[in-house]
């Protein structure tokens, strides 16, 4: 599931300058949508590429009239109507203006929001999903409660947009009931929080790997060879680094260049890789070889305890350097090797913590991520390959 972030930027934030900054907030920390009045539309376009959202009275003459004229990527009916409380629900939801509004033809609108009061609004939003491509819906009195019933009862036909203050709001709406919210909708003026929701939704879409240790069984020196660095344009931490390896089932986890030494800086946007045959993870779950490896491309970054995230490539280093050959067995008795530049610099994970490969040993215990599956064109396939 692909997790979004909404923020709400309509005329209760504040007036539009309020409501600006906190739009370009939202811009800059990359949110996915702001949700906004009508009347913003077209100002909100101006400040930056995102989607937009527009609140709509629901009076549908109007609408198609001024559709040929909108930008918004996207119509929500319910502010100052039933959904917000504003008209009272009617007793039978057959006689709802704001459900009326989503079943109409050609300009209906693509969303409807809702604020749950009670059980009757519970009732009411879960109807609102089943004719809306969005339902937005904000718990008042009870929050975590409405939002399980609704993600329990609603299908698939809708996103479902919970209203959220702060990121560990939105952490909860993404986790409750395993499945989670699609989406949240942040109402906040802060940038820090809008930033931080940002990281707990690219969090939430990440792989999580399994790594193992390997016993080490051969390291031996053998002759130069074509090695690639791969520079990214993201700064890696002293526990990230990225899985690669002569063999795709079995890759190494080796560490970026975050430490310092008497000799060389740290160059913490780069992992020495190996040499131009070997395989590097990428986010989809592929691989690619380092010799394909150009700017642009993206790669995955996994720390030692198999939390990942993307980066973009923004040169493939190629040098001609002298290498070590490293042979390691897993529990279930596959072997697995690579090859690693002959350097001080170049670290994996063993045991022990950070290790140069300088400083390996046989029977040292070495960081890896193991699968059954072999690649084909970098992708995963149940087929009988030999490598050796």
Known sequence: ???????????????????????????????????VDEDDVERVS???????????NG????????????????TIVGKDGEGDGTVDLPSDFSGSADLSTLR??????????VRIFDEDYEAFAEAVAAEADFTIVIGENWQIIPLE???????????LIAGVRTAEDARTAYETLELGADGVLLDTDDVDEIRKT??????MGRESLDLEYAEVTAIEQTGSADRVCIDTGSLME??????VGSMARGLFFVHAETAESPYVASRPFRVNAGAVHAYVRTPDGGTKYLSELQSGDEVQIVDANGRTREAIVGRAK????????????????DRIETLLQNAETIKVHTQNGRTAVTDLEPGDEILIHHEDTATHFGERIEESIIEK
């Open 104 to 113: 109409q033809n050609g300009a209906a609108p693509d969303g409807g929001y």
């Open 59 to 74: 009076d549908v003459h109007v609408m198609e009239a001024e559709a040929a004229d909108s930008k918004a990527d996207a």
């Open 46 to 56: 101006e400040l930056g590429e995102i989607n937009i959202a527009a609140f709509t």
């Open 149 to 159: 019933n609704l993600i329990a009862r609603v299908g698939e036909e809708t996103d």
């Open 318 to 333: 190629i040098e001609k350097r002298p290498m070590f050959r490293v042979q390691a067995e897993t529990k279930d008795g």
């Open 1 to 35: 599931m692909t997790r979004s972030v909404w923020l709400k930027a309509d005329s209760e934030v504040g007036d539009w300058e309020t409501r600006k900054r906190r739009i370009t907030a939202g811009i800059e920390a990359g949110v996915d949508w702001v949700l």
């Open 198 to 203: 940002v990281e707990v939704r690219d969090e």
């Open 238 to 243: 002293h526990d990230e680094g990225m899985l």
